[in-house]
């Protein structure tokens, strides 16, 4: 996804980070657990990892105002491994098989320890926002961050709850609910990253909440992407089968073809989705009933919409450095793929 050998970098100083706080945690009774947890953040040997986007994100942030990453990068670790305990419960609770085009944590070591080892990177999180406090920002400072970390957590919950919830219920959804939801799980989760980085860096409340909003714009507009890869998407490039219809998941070209399709479409299409476990020509056919109403082109308006409200609202933000910001815009257009 991203090419830049500044990203690149930033990356690989994250992952150290992260191995870092792994390392002062592991003994010699609890070594297994961290096999655990490196292999689902790809740091054994050459595991495939994931993108990296949410402490990039706030790694930039923090460099455009300061002209140097490396002081937020414990809170970059934290928000990396917060990501992941989401990503391990969320394959237990969606059954996925496959993650990065390698085998779920669960489907390796059972469901029992995935969970653990999904609690354990939570844990891991909040002990490397603790590293703050040794670079010097005051305990006022990482208090503040920390109750937006929990606050963040618990919203991406009640996200995970509503998707959930929307998925087991055969009721109609609202576009209104629908973005309620993802602003929970998602766009929080983004926002509070680029928050993180410009509350590390300013105390300007206007210039954290110009960042905020950015990061808001952005993982909507991520979400919406999701939504049109986990239909459309090639399994290939993501790494995950475009499986949301097989599993009812209510995203948004869905809830817009069940307002706009023609009846005896929305009628077929719900048929579909209440069925236990569609057929592949099922798939297809409701695939077809979704492009047909216009859900895709929708959908697709809406997410470059957010893009582009995401690229005004960080070029208005008073940054400093000019080449920061460059990567900021690489990181919005390459992330809207779809």
Same mark, same amino acid.
Request: hydrophobic content about 40%.
């Given at each position: 996804?991203?090419?830049?050998?500044?990203?690149?970098?930033?990356?690989?100083d994250t992952?150290?980070?992260?191995?870092?706080?792994?390392?002062?945690?592991?003994?010699?009774?609890?070594g297994?657990l961290?096999?655990?947890?490196?292999?689902?953040?790809?740091?054994?040997?050459?595991?495939?990892?994931?993108k990296?986007?949410?402490?990039l994100?706030?790694?930039?942030?923090?460099?455009?105002?300061?002209?140097?990453?490396?002081?937020?990068?414990?809170?970059?670790?934290?928000?990396?491994?917060?990501?992941?305990?989401?990503?391990?419960?969320?394959?237990?609770?969606d059954?996925?098989?496959?993650?990065?085009?390698?085998?779920?944590?669960?489907?390796?070591?059972?469901?029992?320890?995935?969970?653990?080892?999904g609690?354990?990177?939570?844990?891991?999180?909040?002990?490397?926002?603790?590293?703050?406090?040794?670079?010097?920002?005051?305990?006022?400072?990482?208090?503040?961050?920390?109750?937006l970390y929990?606050?963040?957590?618990?919203?991406?919950?009640?996200?995970?709850?509503?998707?959930?919830?929307?998925?087991?219920?055969?009721?109609?959804l609202?576009?209104?609910?629908?973005?309620?939801?993802?602003?929970?799980?998602?766009?929080?989760?983004?926002?509070?990253?680029?928050?993180?980085?410009?509350?590390?860096?300013?105390?300007?409340?206007?210039?954290?909440?110009?960042?905020?909003?950015?990061?808001?714009?952005?993982?909507?507009?991520?979400?919406?992407?999701?939504?049109?890869?986990?239909?459309?998407?090639?399994?290939?490039?993501?790494?995950?089968?475009?499986?949301?219809?097989?599993?009812?998941?209510?995203?948004?070209?869905?809830?817009?073809?069940?307002?706009?399709?023609?009846?005896?479409?929305? $009628? /077929?299409?719900? @048929?579909?989705?209440?069925g236990?476990?569609? *057929?592949?020509? +099922?798939? #297809? !056919?409701a695939?077809?009933? &979704? $492009? /047909?109403?216009? @859900?895709r082109?929708y959908?697709?308006?809406? *997410?470059?919409? +957010?893009? #582009? !409200?995401?690229?005004?609202? &960080? $070029?208005?933000?008073?940054?400093?450095?000019?080449?920061?910001?460059?990567?900021?815009?690489?990181?919005?257009?390459?992330?809207?793929s779809?």
């Open positions: 996804m991203l090419t830049s050998p500044d990203l690149d970098t930033l990356i690989a992952e150290a980070e992260i191995l870092g706080v792994i390392k002062l945690a592991e003994d010699e009774h609890t297994a961290y096999e655990m947890v490196r292999y689902h953040l790809g740091l054994d040997r050459d595991g495939p990892r994931g990296r986007l949410r402490p994100l706030g790694l930039l942030a923090y460099e455009s105002l300061t002209g140097d990453h490396r002081a937020a990068l414990p809170g970059a670790a934290a928000v990396e491994l917060g990501h992941n305990f989401s990503l391990v419960h969320d394959d237990i609770e059954r996925d098989k496959e993650r990065r085009h390698r085998a779920t944590l669960w489907t390796v070591w059972g469901v029992a320890q995935a969970i653990n080892t609690d354990t990177l939570f844990t891991l999180s909040r002990m490397a926002l603790h590293r703050l406090t040794e670079l010097g920002f005051s305990d006022s400072k990482v208090l503040a961050l920390m109750r929990d606050e963040t957590c618990l919203a991406l919950c009640e996200g995970q709850f509503m998707d959930i919830w929307s998925a087991e219920h055969d009721e109609r609202s576009v209104d609910f629908y973005f309620d939801m993802i602003g929970r799980k998602t766009a929080a989760l983004i926002a509070a990253s680029v928050q993180a980085g410009a509350m590390l860096a300013s105390d300007d409340q206007e210039v954290v909440d110009a960042y905020r909003g950015f990061g808001w714009s952005l993982g909507i507009a991520f979400q919406l992407n999701d939504d049109l890869l986990g239909i459309w998407g090639d399994e290939q490039a993501t790494g995950k089968e475009p499986s949301d219809l097989a599993k009812h998941k209510k995203t948004l070209p869905v809830i817009y073809a069940l307002e706009r399709a023609s009846e005896p479409d929305r $009628e /077929r299409l719900r @048929a579909i989705l209440r236990d476990d569609p *057929a592949a020509t +099922e798939i #297809d !056919e695939r077809a009933i &979704i $492009e /047909r109403c216009g @859900a082109e959908t697709r308006q809406r *997410a470059h919409a +957010e893009r #582009d !409200e995401a690229l005004r609202r &960080i $070029e208005t933000a008073g940054v400093v450095g000019e080449e920061a910001l460059e990567r900021l815009r690489l990181i919005v257009v390459s992330a809207i779809a």
